[in-house]
């Protein structure tokens, strides 16, 4: 068994699923479906999971098209920084 998470934009923000699957791959019951602040809580959520089970890993899909956070205090045409 093994549990996956999968990162996602939305209108709303970051998506987090987190499954748990079988050795074939299969999702085992209803994944559960959140917001995140972060790709970094989506990642502890799943580990935190897992662990519950008794797994040391899981697995990690990024479909943001981004492997760097965007900064909150970012704002595109206003500047750097707050």
Same mark, same amino acid.
């Given at each position: 068994m093994s549990v996956r998470v999968e990162i996602e934009n939305s209108?709303?923000? #970051? /998506?987090a699923t987190i499954s748990q699957r079988d050795d074939a791959g299969n999702v085992i019951?209803?994944?559960w479906i959140f #917001? /995140?602040?972060?790709k970094k809580e989506a990642?502890?959520?799943a580990k935190a999971l897992a662990?519950?089970?008794?797994?040391? /890993?899981?697995g990690n899909v990024d479909k943001t098209g981004t492997s760097e956070e965007p900064h909150p205090w970012l704002v595109p045409? /206003?500047?750097t920084s707050i």
């Open positions: 209108r709303e923000g #970051l /998506v019951g209803r994944p #917001l /995140v602040a972060s990642k502890q959520q662990w519950s089970l008794g797994l040391n /890993v899981y045409d /206003v500047g």
